[in-house]
């Protein structure tokens, strides 16, 4: 077989992604075969072999063309930041924001949060999500804590509660985004819940 140059390599490679996405997407991870994803993008299943050595490997190529939600949160520069709470708000509104704004990181967290089961030969995935959601926990609870300390929260704050709270209640935010149509839940909706959590968190503030 002659190998292809390194343009068109490239190019099928991403052929191929985008038709995974759709498949992932239409069908799910468990029930998208390798000849689903050859059919959809018009090539052969020795082209998707040349590039991935099997399923999950391409699953795992499809997820790293875009930041999953806690990745994106994480990466958020906010140490110049002196609200802590403000820090809080950016990290989550940025990582929301980007439903609406890449179609591609709407379609892939799609299929991650409403399309597949991180068990099976996607249990690697599943630890690394684990790990992830560990280190954003962290520093959420270390947010919290600087905002206790400056008086910006009430003075007996759990961090560890506040941080298991907002977690769940950003994801439930990205599932209904993933879940309902544009007309039921649009940008305008999801900032002004979001700013609704965080003023309810600085009217906690006891002021004794």
């Known amino acids: 077989m002659t190998r292809p140059c390194k343009a068109d390599s490239e190019q099928t490679r991403d052929r191929i992604l985008d038709a995974a996405e759709q498949m992932f997407l239409e069908y799910g991870y468990g029930k998208t075969s390798l000849e689903m ?6 090539f052969t299943r020795g082209a998707i072999y040349w590039h991935f050595s099997d399923k999950v ?3 795992n190529a499809m997820l790293q063309r875009v930041k999953l939600p806690m990745e994106r949160m ?5 140490e110049q930041e ?10 989550c509104h940025a990582s929301l924001m980007q439903l609406f704004e890449d179609e591609r990181h709407y379609r892939v967290h799609a299929i991650l949060l409403t399309r597949c089961e991180q068990v099976g030969d996607l249990a690697d995935l599943h630890q690394h999500d684990i790990e992830l959601h560990n280190r954003i926990r962290q520093r959420c609870e270390a947010l919290f804590v600087s905002a206790r300390a400056q008086g910006r929260v009430a003075a007996d ?18 599932l209904t985004i993933l879940r309902e149509q544009h007309e039921q839940i649009n940008i305008e909706m999801v900032q002004r819940l979001l ?4 003023d309810n968190m600085r ?3 006891v002021t004794q």
């Open 157 to 174: 704050l759990d961090e560890k509660l506040a941080a298991l709270s907002l977690k769940s209640y950003v994801m439930g935010l990205y």
């Open 74 to 78: 994480f990466e958020q520069k906010i």
């Open 82 to 91: 002196t609200d802590p709470l403000q820090a809080l708000y950016e990290m």
């Open 37 to 42: 994803i050859a059919r959809a993008g018009g």
């Open 203 to 205: 009217r906690a503030t």
């Open 57 to 59: 490997s391409l699953f």
């Open 195 to 198: 700013a609704m959590y965080f």
